[in-house]
């Protein structure tokens, strides 16, 4: 009896897919879609977000025949959003996610032999391409997300041209979510652009009638408006970052109100983790209105049913190359027109809904752009530089960009290459740039791979690189900081953010990778668990390019120097009245010790500038190390490290930068 219960459950659920499947926009074009493609190698798809593009085309291609001989691949600008279409569509067919249908993201691939329907971000295909440059394995590629204009996508856009002409059988399917898709039809040679007809409901759009001081509190304060004004359906707010995903503040303001309606708020970022991140799918219990707290990734990316009130704070993060300090910063910036409109249009997929505009009208008419500047033309290009090298292309200026990057960022990003020995004084490839090219990983990083195998100490940095690449280990619970610091003390090196880490790695795996143990020093399991494999993959990449893994022991000199070899163009004389980084970590400071020179990790930008992960080098290294950038001066009897006049070549301004 039970079992035939479960059964007709089951059955149930099938059924209901089904039906929302056949329920979507796409479904009512199927086969026109499937003909324009059999008739074209490429075609542009465009719809409005929610229509299905992104979990039906690959299985409408599957149902074709496409998958009989290769993959249907779909590429994503996004991890979270390649992870949770490839579960949703696997549960579509009734499949086991990683079987038929899988995905790939850095460092993790969930696929397996029979896999048919293969998600990824579009840098796992770039990747792909350098080991089979036809794309041999696939039948068909979407290039999903166009509109977004990813580093990665528009590299794609131009490799993935060349591969089409020289393979008839492939497929290209390159969607968008918004209008302007006559770019992408005539950068592929006027090949056809299909449109979805829509299914949208008017949405009200409210705008601020003063600009907002702070955009947490007010959308806290218009959330909760709605929630209370008696009106039915879903609250989706859009914030800049997961530091303003605070949802705790919404519940507070809710416990204060008497007689509040419950509300299930639940938010949504690419750093949640994945169990989390299901929820926004989920129905809440009862009738309890959900109100979803999301980055820009909700915007076109990730689709929730429901949605009738969209908040939008009118930030975004984007990473942006700031020339002063010569690399990539993530920086809040004011959202676009075209980012404003999507957004408003998640109110209007099941209903009429509203949208409020935390920002002006006339903000949003002389302030925003009309849409946001692509990623290509605004960041540091060192990777792509890297890889593109690596195909053969010798002359990147005239490489076929469908918009190409200013050339200062360009010529910025082969002199950084130049610095770390990529690139020769030709800029052709050096052998360690070669060798740079096999890890996914920044060229920094790399450098310091390869260059800890000649200083004896590559299986300690392949442990510190491994943690580098690996978001939060450690947290810091509200009510429990002072704890907290206290235990973090305990892995603490002084002179270097970078051995602690190698110092927390070594404890956990002395403590036989325990999870009690993470607990108990305030440690994510998952984050580390995630370095061990992160490691392990790295490894294997090692071992392949026959680079041998020795330890120096407790020698923690050479390997600071062996940081410093691959981040001497980041470095900082200290002033004496700093005042100490940024959490999470910040061993330098605080600890009477007080070194003159520090390389950094990274910079990151709020209000201030912060170095994050420091290691304290002698300047003497510097100028050995970098010698383009540093030498030593004899000053009575102290020697004195100078920056070497760099205006000729280019060089931002590193020496402005201070701790705060
Ligand atoms: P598009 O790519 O055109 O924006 P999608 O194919 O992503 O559209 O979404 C189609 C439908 O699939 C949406 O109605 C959405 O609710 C549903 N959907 C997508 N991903 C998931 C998921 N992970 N869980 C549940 N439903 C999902
Ligand atoms: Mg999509």
Same mark, same amino acid.
């Given at each position: ?5 479960? +059964? ?27 003909? /324009? *493609? ?5 075609? /542009? ?6 229509? %299905? ?23 994503? @600008? ?21 079987? &038929? ?30 080991? &089979? ?63 979805? @007809? ?12 003063? #600009? ?54 639940? #938010? ?7 169990? $989390? ?48 300090? %010569? ?7 004011? *959202?676009?027109?075209?980012?404003? =409109? ?40 060192? =990777? ?6 690596? $195909? %053969? ?10 918009? @190409?990057? @200013? &050339? ?10 130049? /610095? ?31 260059? !800890? ?7 300690? /940095?392949?442990? *510190? ?15 429990? &900081? ?9 892995? !603490?090196? #002084? ?18 990778? !325990? ?119 004899? +000053? ?25």
């Amino acid at each position: 009896m039970k079992e035939k219960s479960e +059964a007709s459950s089951e059955f149930a659920k099938k059924k209901s897919i089904l039906e929302q499947r056949q329920y979507l926009p796409i479904f009512a074009v199927r086969q026109q879609l499937l003909n /324009i *493609i059999r008739d074209n190698s490429i075609v /542009i798809v465009v719809g409005e977000t929610g229509s %299905g593009k992104t979990t039906q085309l690959t299985q409408y291609l599957h149902e074709d025949g496409y998958t009989s001989y290769g993959m249907v691949g779909c590429t994503q @600008p996004r991890r979270v959003a390649a992870m949770s279409v490839a579960k949703r569509v696997s549960e579509e067919i009734g499949s086991n996610l990683g079987e &038929e249908v899988g995905y790939a993201i850095r460092f993790e691939d969930c696929t397996s032999e029979k896999t048919l329907i293969k998600y990824m971000t579009d840098g796992i295909l770039l990747r792909e391409s350098l080991r &089979e440059s036809d794309l041999d394995h696939y039948s068909a590629v979407i290039m999903d997300e166009a509109h977004e204009r990813s580093l990665n996508t528009d590299v794609l856009f131009g490799l993935l041209r060349e591969v089409v002409s020289r393979r008839t059988d492939l497929k290209l399917i390159v969607t968008s979510a918004t209008m302007d898709s006559d770019k992408f039809a005539s950068f592929f040679g006027n090949v056809p652009i299909f449109n979805i @007809p829509g299914r949208t409901f008017p949405v009200d759009i409210l705008f601020s009638k003063t #600009p907002q001081e702070d955009y947490v509190e007010a959308a806290v304060k218009q959330a909760l408006q709605i929630h209370l004004s008696g009106m039915m359906g879903d609250i989706l707010i859009f914030m800049p970052g997961q530091e303003d995903i605070e949802c705790k503040i919404i519940y507070y303001r809710l416990e204060d109100l008497e007689n509040a309606p419950p509300l299930a708020v639940l #938010p949504i970022y690419s750093q949640l983790p994945s169990d $989390l991140q299901a929820k926004i799918f989920q129905k809440a219990p009862d009738g309890v209105r959900k109100c979803i707290v999301a980055t820009n990734i909700a915007e076109t990316s990730l689709t929730v049913d429901g949605i009738m009130f969209v908040v939008d704070a009118g930030y975004c993060k984007l990473k942006v190359f700031n020339p002063r300090i %010569g690399m990539d910063a993530l920086q809040v910036y004011p *959202i676009s027109q075209a980012n404003a =409109n999507q957004r408003s249009g998640r109110a209007g997929r099941t209903g009429p809904g509203q949208c409020y505009r935390l920002y002006t009208q006339s903000a949003y008419k002389n302030e925003m752009l009309t849409t946001t500047i692509p990623e290509i033309q605004r960041t540091n290009l060192a =990777n792509v530089v890297l890889l593109l090298k690596s $195909l %053969g292309v010798q002359d990147l200026l005239l490489f076929h960009f469908m918009d @190409p990057p @200013p &050339e200062d960022n360009m010529l910025n990003s082969m002199y950084q290459l130049w /610095i770390l020995g990529s690139l020769d004084n030709t800029g052709a490839l050096t052998p360690t740039g070669r060798l740079m090219v096999e890890f996914p990983l920044d060229p920094a990083l790399s450098k310091m791979l390869i260059v !800890s195998c000649d200083m004896a100490c590559s299986a300690d /940095i392949l442990i *510190i690189v491994s943690m580098l690449s690996v978001p939060a280990i450690f947290y810091r619970p509200k009510g429990r &900081e002072e704890e907290s610091d206290q235990v973090r003390e305990k892995f !603490s090196v #002084p002179e270097s953010d970078h051995l602690t880490y190698l110092n927390v790695y070594m404890q956990w795996k002395n403590n036989n990778y !325990s999870s009690i143990w993470c607990n108990e020093h305030f440690i994510h399991t998952k984050a580390m668990r995630k370095v061990r494999e992160v490691r392990s993959q790295l490894k294997d990449i090692m071992v392949q390019q026959k680079m041998n893994l020795v330890s120096c022991g407790s020698d923690w000199d050479i390997i600071r120097k062996c940081i410093c070899a691959a981040y001497f163009h980041q470095a900082a004389k200290l002033k004496h009245n700093y005042r100490g980084l940024k959490y999470p970590l910040c061993s330098l400071f605080g600890m009477g010790y007080t070194p003159d020179y520090i390389i950094y990790h990274e910079l990151v930008m709020t209000t201030k500038e912060y170095m994050q992960c420091v290691t304290a080098v002698d300047g003497e290294w510097l100028a050995e190390l970098g010698p383009m950038f540093y030498s030593v001066k004899q +000053a009575g009897k102290s020697r004195q490290v100078s920056k070497n006049d760099l205006d000729h070549l280019n060089s931002p301004k590193r020496s402005n930068i201070g701790v705060q």
